[in-house]
């Protein structure tokens, strides 16, 4: 018997969901939100009454078409809500809910875990008050809350303008806005991004929104440290001439997002390194096949591509699935996904061009800034550990500093530590290897017994 099991319900998880149901299957789809619609549609509270468009702006009929379609899935799927896969081995999960354990079989997987915001620490990002932008995000969208008074958003990536302009459609107060990425880089970049014309204008737009409603919007800038006694009192920052000051009470910071990859990796998936989000990702085909026999990954757990790509890969994998099983499946569809995925692959070079990552990051942190919060590793320790051990790979440097080896297993710092290893031993990024996943991939509550 075919018993598919899908992880995360978000865009990915419900087309993929949608696509095997169509081919009369009852898969499990298993998320650890409390409903369906991932990060991009996260769904407001029961009590909350918001309409879709303040809540999804553009995207609200997209929105609405996964919420509907997860909806009409109502008892032909097995949905599992508020319940992480905190571990994974071939055939079976590890589940929890609240404090209930439970393993699940699986003949095959659609693994749609989607991403996290990737942070590069700068001094005093640990103070209360500094949020990871994604993180601001969900407090606007879930909860219905500004995370300060005056806010600035720093750092680089699409989500920085977007969550700035969900902030000021909000009646939030915008501090000022201070992207890394420089105007040239941008303009560089238009011709492969412009392979989405319409994806594209809504970047212009909120760009655009942002500065008519006075916000300051500052390019090729570079945020220095977080002001702070206690809690979030400012930033200084580099205009790209000049150190200078802003005054806020909170700050969201991120520099694009990281797949979440580890489910994958403790299955023994092959991993190969993707350029664009200096990241080791799963190996996989068009399909979203991996190097593991009945393991598929789809959305933005595979790479970064974006809301509409991961459902694509969401249905094309599952069309991959339905194929592998010896089900009737069409051929056609799956070539239809197959080009849309590819075109949208030539826009996300555009946008990782636009926004870089910031090259000289790594060189320029300073020694004190804490890259592990969970073990209070700074720059320096990683740094030292490299000058005295000769140590040229991130697993290595883990044992030998407990970088990545707190509560979050690496999942928030593993990035930084990586950027700050290659650059203190002198390799590429895609040579230092990746930090291996552990279980529990997030964390589990104490009260559980296994
Ligand atoms: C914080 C954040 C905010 C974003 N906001 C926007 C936005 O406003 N606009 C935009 O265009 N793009 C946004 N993006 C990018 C966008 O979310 C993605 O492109 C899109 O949602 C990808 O869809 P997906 O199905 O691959 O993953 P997601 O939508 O991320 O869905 C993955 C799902 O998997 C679940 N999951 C993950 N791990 C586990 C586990 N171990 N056990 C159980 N469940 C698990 C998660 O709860 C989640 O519901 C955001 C990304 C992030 C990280």
Redesign the pocket.
Known sequence: MIQPVI???????VRAAQALVAHGLRPVI????VSAG???YRQQPGNFRRSGDALYGF?ASRARNVHAAMAALDGKVDFRPR???WNAERGVLDLISGERTERLSYTHLII??????RVLPIPGWTKPGVYSL?GA??ALKFQGCAIGDAVVFAGTGP?LY?VAYQYAKAGANIAAVLDMASFGQKFRAMPAMLSRPAVFAKGVYYAAALRLRGVQVHEGSRPLRVIADECVAGVAWHDGTREQELLCDAIALGHG?RS?TQ?ADLLGCEFAFDSLSRQHVPRRDAAGRTSVKGVYVA???AGIM??DA?EWA?ERAALALLEDASLVFDRKRADVLERELARTARFRTGLEGAFAFPPSWAAEAPDDVIVCRCEEIAAGDLRAAVRESGVSEINRLKALTRVGMGRCQGRMCGAAATEILAQACGRGIDEVGRLRAQAP??PIPFGVRA
């Open positions: 992880v995360g319900a978000g865009p990915a998880g298993v998320d650890e939100g991932g990060q991009i995207e319940t992480l896969v749609a875990t989607g991403a996290t915001d994604g995000q969900v989500l977007l997002l979440e489910l959305g933005d757990g974006g809301a991961a969401g991939v997030k």
